[in-house]
């Protein structure tokens, strides 16, 4: 079992950059394949970014492809994602999340275990 703790969220303006971090507990977080997903108000929880156990695979949704970037620290025991150009529609509660499988898997049901979430919000 894996806990996570996600901190670094805030108040931007559109174009600023923000950096997620998401703090394992545990000693087998690098038997993880880790993500992020985000939710925004009145919205379904939708997937951001994943990564695999020793980092070498990382994948996007489109809409942020080219901004945000995912990463691991396995001898921290971390999660990190760099955000940067931020829009008004990135606004959400973002959520690191853990899974066994290594396969890249984009669906929140496919994920064990979540964070509590961190709020982004960008004005414009």
């Known amino acids: 079992q894996v806990q996570l703790v996600e901190s670094g969220g805030g108040l931007v303006q559109a174009g600023d950059s923000l950096r997620l971090s998401c703090a394992a507990s545990g000693r087998t977080f690098s038997t993880y394949a880790m993500g992020w997903f985000r939710q925004a108000p009145g919205k379904e929880r939708e997937f951001v970014a994943g990564?695999?156990?020793?980092?070498?695979?990382?994948y996007y949704t489109d809409s942020v492809k080219g901004r945000f970037t995912i990463s691991r620290d396995n001898s921290k025991n971390t999660l990190a994602l760099q955000m940067i150009n931020l829009k008004a529609e990135d606004t959400a509660v973002y959520y690191c999340a853990a899974r066994r499988s290594s396969a890249e898997r984009t669906s929140s049901s496919d994920y064990d275990y979540w964070g509590q979430g961190a709020q982004v919000t960008v004005s414009s």
């Open positions: 990564i695999n156990w020793t980092g070498s695979i990382t």
